[in-house]
């Protein structure tokens, strides 16, 4: 299937169909957090480059109808990663790192925490190390399709 995309009639930012997240007021992550992760994981799946505009805190109020202020303390989170910088005038852009720190930062965070959840789950079920192995396997060959 190939790549879709829409033109957004305010700007001159290509968005990709399906590409817009559902943010979630109910979740325990604050709405400026959950921009933030969806756009750490458009630079991760290349939609953004380095060195690319990102969307501007206006855009992303306009496309989530949040506040302006809410897209900007998300901005302002990943300028503070050194994942995007400030072009005085310009707007935000992705920074070369960017991708390595993502990665990195999920990795050490995010993943390690779900492993611990997982190895702990298991260990009260009583699941040995080597069927916990063959479950990632399996799983982890479902999903790219083997």
Same mark, same amino acid.
């Given at each position: ?21 559902? !943010?979630?007021?109910?979740? $325990? ?9 969806? #756009? ?13 505009? #990102? ?6 109020? &306009?496309?989530? $109808?949040?506040?302006?202020?809410? %897209?900007?303390?998300?901005?302002? @989170?990943?300028? &503070?990663?050194?994942? @995007?910088?400030?072009?005085?005038? =310009?707007?935000?852009?992705? $920074?070369?790192? %960017?991708? &390595?720190?993502? #990665? ?13 959840? !997982? ?5 009260? !079920? ?7 192995? &063959? ?10 399709? =083997?």
């Amino acid at each position: 299937m190939g790549k879709h995309y829409i033109l957004h009639y305010n700007s001159n930012a290509l968005y990709r169909k399906g590409a817009k997240i559902i !943010l979630n007021p109910n979740s $325990t992550k604050p709405i400026y957090v959950q921009i933030a992760e969806w #756009v750490e994981s458009e630079i991760l799946s290349g939609h953004f480059q380095a060195n690319q505009k #990102v969307y501007s805190q206006y855009q992303l109020a &306009e496309m989530y $109808t949040i506040n302006p202020a809410t %897209a900007a303390k998300g901005l302002n @989170l990943l300028v &503070e990663e050194k994942i @995007l910088f400030k072009k005085r005038g =310009l707007g935000m852009f992705v $920074t070369d790192q %960017a991708k &390595e720190i993502i #990665v990195n930062k999920r990795k050490n965070q995010t993943l390690k925490v779900l492993v611990h959840e !997982l190895v702990q789950e298991a260990n009260r !079920l009583q699941i040995s190390k080597n069927e916990l192995i &063959e479950m990632i396997i399996e799983v982890n060959n479902e999903e790219v399709g =083997l």
